[in-house]
């Protein structure tokens, strides 16, 4: 922020002027309402504001807490606006709002349209406690369990708070029963509805426009897991998904490719392998190899934590009973 006299400059971006102002600067109206003194002009991304030294720092100080708002709910309505406008402490409703989402348990992050993200259940927030320590962590667990969904809110976390500069995630596209080769498009369009449940986890947790965003300029990749060969991945949070389906040389690729400031969450289902009958899992293989090496964790999920449907819960303890 550049201050002259009685003019300042307050630059709002990463944030879209829309999604913190509206479609026709209508938040940005309301806003001048309770700044009526002060001449307030937007120009793209940044805000020319023109007053007595007074007005311009309260509003300095307002506009910051509105962007502190937006950053941690992802959401500015107009009772959020009246709420931080209208008071008078100095650290504002929207901290006071972080805390009480905070005290709830669990928290990790407040998604998309405000929606607050938690670990739900005690593995889940075990998970979140394993990341926090370690830069390697497997997380097993049958469908349903969260583990995918937790991994990707704690991606989107750090990303958040600049630990890292980018996400990857990915899958190994094995066919689970169908063939991509017949499928219509080229080769991202085939992939795309494969790595849905990945987009559809993203869109949960951050706003659509933002995220386009993201994924245009790469800093969230989202690509099978064959594209990961000869790369080195650094300053980043990486997810492979669905580690089930990989084989063994796969997983020991994926391994090697952790490069500086980087953490690997790798999820599965060991119930789920849809690879060959003759064809080892390479989850399988890591566990039982790396189990004992110091900085790597592996977190059990299981029934207790589906938090799909109730009847989720039932059927894969149905499947189980059924192995023994």
């Known amino acids: 922020m550049q201050k002259n006299m009685s003019e300042i400059y307050i630059d709002i971006a990463p944030h879209h002027p829309i999604d913190i102002f509206g479609l026709e600067e209508e938040r940005l109206d309301r806003i001048r309402r309770y700044f009526p003194q002060l001449n307030i002009i937007l120009r793209g991304n940044l805000l020319k504001v023109m ?4 007005r311009l720092k309260d509003f300095e100080e307002k506009i910051k807490l509105l962007l502190f708002h937006f950053e941690h709910f992802n ?6 606006i009246e709420n931080i406008l209208e008071d008078d402490g100095k650290k504002g409703m929207t901290e006071e709002m972080h805390r009480q989402a905070e005290a709830g348990g669990g928290y990790i992050l407040a998604g998309a349209n405000g929606k607050i993200i938690r670990a ?3 593995n889940q927030k075990k998970l979140t406690e394993a990341v926090a320590r370690q830069d390697l962590v497997f997380a097993v667990g049958p469908a349903g369990s969260g583990k995918t969904y937790t991994a990707v809110a704690l991606a989107v976390k750090a990303l958040k708070e600049k630990e890292v500069k980018r996400i990857i995630l990915t899958r190994p596209a094995v066919e689970a029963g169908e063939n991509l080769g017949f499928l219509p498009g080229d080769l991202k369009e085939k992939l795309d509805p494969y790595m849905q449940p990945l987009y559809d986890a993203l869109r949960d947790m951050i706003p659509y426009r933002k995220l386009l965003t993201y ?3 790469g ?9 990961m060969r000869g790369r080195t991945l650094d300053h980043a949070f990486v997810i492979l998904d669905e580690a089930q389906n990989t084989t063994e040389s796969q997983m020991k690729m994926f391994l090697t490719r952790m490069g500086k400031n980087a953490k690997f969450v790798i999820t599965g289902d060991v119930t789920q392998v849809d690879l060959p ?3 080892s899992s390479g989850l399988l293989q890591a566990e039982s190899i790396l189990k004992k090496v110091d900085g790597i964790a592996f977190v059990r999920l299981d029934a207790r934590d589906v938090v799909r449907h109730k009847l989720v819960a039932k059927i894969i303890a149905a499947y189980a009973e059924e192995k023994r």
């Open 51 to 54: 007053g007595d030294d007074a």
């Open 75 to 80: 959401r500015l309505s107009d009772s959020d």
């Open 120 to 122: 739900l259940t005690e």
């Open 215 to 217: 994924l245009e300029e």
């Open 219 to 227: 800093i969230i990749e989202i690509a099978p897991l064959a594209f």
């Open 277 to 279: 009958p003759r064809q």
